[in-house]
Each structure stands twice: as C-alpha cells, then as structure tokens.
T-cell receptor, first 116, second 109 residues
Framework: DGGITQSPKYLFRKEGQNVTLSCEQN?????MYWYRQDPGQGLRLIYY???????QKGDIAEGYSVSREKKESFPLTVTSAQKNPTAFYLC???????????????FGEGSRLTVL | EDKVVQSPLSLVVHEGDTVTLNCSYE??????LLWYKQEKKAPTFLFML????IEKKSGRLSSILDKKELFSILNITATQTGDSAVYLC?????????FGTGTSLTVIP
C-alpha cells in the first residue's frame, strides 16, 4: 500500500543533542513537507521540497535542517540551535499543482519529540 | 501576509447536535481549500474544494466554499462521539499549504 512512513514515532533526547527524523514516501510525489504542531495549535511549515536536491524554508525553519537526495526521502534534523524542539512533527507529500490538477496533502503518522 | 482563520477555536456539543465550523482566508495565489480531521495523530483528509457554491458531501459531513467572500464551512449533522477531534482547514497556494489553528470539537454522549 502507498503511504508515508515516519520514524521514530516517539523520541526522547537531551538538550543540546541533534536528532534526525526520517520520512519516506512511496506515493511517487514530487513535493514533500515538514510541519510542526504544538498543543492547541495548527500546523506550521518548517521546510518543503518540490524536487530532488532543492528545498525552501517555511515559516519556522530556524534551528532545523533538511536534505532531499532521493525523491522518496526527506529527513529532518532538529539541531541544538532550535530553542524549543519538543513538539509533534508531521511529514507530508503531495503532487505538484499543475494548473489543471490539484491534489491533497498526505500525512505520515508523525514523530513526537521530547527534549529533556 | 497569507492568513487562514478558523472559528470557533473549540466547541462542546451533545450527541445528535448539528455543528458548523468556519474557515476564512486571506491569501494570494489560491488553488484549493482542504478540510482534515485529526484524532491524536496524523490528519485524515475529508474534503478538497476548488469551486464556489458546489457542496461536497460524505455521509453526515458536508462542506462548501465561497470564493467571493473567502470562506468555507464544514457541517456535521447528527454528531456522534466518534466525531470528537480537531478539524483543520488548509489553503493550497501553488505548492504550499497553509493551515488554520483548528477547531477542537468534543461530542458528549
């Protein structure tokens, strides 16, 4: 079955450590996204990528980094520069908007990061 | 600045009630508006709306878009406890999606 796999589901880290969250999709989507969700808040865009080897910052990119070496994979690194990293992280993908066809955003199950 | 605003922020109703959730937006480059339901984990897709005035329906849920007044509503009739969730509205701008803060719905038996 096609979908998006995020790992790990739960992650605990000490302050000052970098962590990398994995996101793999087999939907053959070109566009991939990382969102952060805090309690009682909506989704805020961290980074997105429309094509391999290219990505753009979202609204809250500071303290995060990404790579897109393969179409299927879009890992997110939460660096020690991120001041408040404890949150729920969602990876998503979609087809490109072509002007004729617009698709929805598909989500992974999420990764909950807690920094102690 | 692009903006998506949902109201109310939270809602508590009794089973059997009908609810209306609102989503208004001020964006450039609008492509579509989407509704999602989120229960603890990943949001699940409900509807995508691209044209004004055409109602989308799925069981007890329905939604409509008004592109002139820049808003959408999500209706849930005969609510059940399983409808308790956060309902997210998102607007697609080209290849970006912007989300509102969500409406938290609690349905009491």
């Amino acid at each position: 079955d096609g979908g998006i796999t995020q790992s790990p589901k739960y992650l605990f880290r000490k302050e000052g450590q970098n962590v990398t969250l994995s996101c793999e999709q087999n939907l053959n989507h070109d566009a991939m996204y990382w969102y952060r969700q805090d309690p009682g808040q909506g989704l805020r865009l961290i980074y997105y990528s429309q094509i391999v080897n290219d990505f753009q910052k979202g609204d809250i990119a500071e303290g995060y980094s990404v790579s897109r070496e393969k179409k299927e994979s879009f890992p997110l690194t939460v660096t020690s520069a991120q001041k408040n990293p404890t949150a729920f992280y969602l990876c998503a993908s979609s087809t490109h908007w072509t002007g004729l066809v617009t698709g929805e955003l598909f989500f992974g199950e999420g990764s909950r990061l807690t920094v102690l | 600045e692009d903006k998506v605003v949902q109201s109310p922020l939270s809602l508590v109703v009794h089973e059997g009630d009908t609810v209306t959730l609102n989503c208004s937006y001020e964006v450039t480059n609008f492509r579509s508006l989407l509704w999602y339901k989120q229960e603890k984990k990943a949001p699940t897709f409900l509807f995508m709306l691209t044209s004004s005035g055409i109602e989308k329906k799925s069981g007890r849920l329905s939604s409509i878009l008004d592109k002139k007044e820049l808003f959408s509503i999500l209706n849930i009739t005969a609510t059940q406890t399983g409808d308790s969730a956060v309902y997210l509205c998102a607007v697609r701008l080209g290849n970006q999606f912007y989300f509102g803060t969500g409406t938290s719905l609690t349905v009491i038996p």
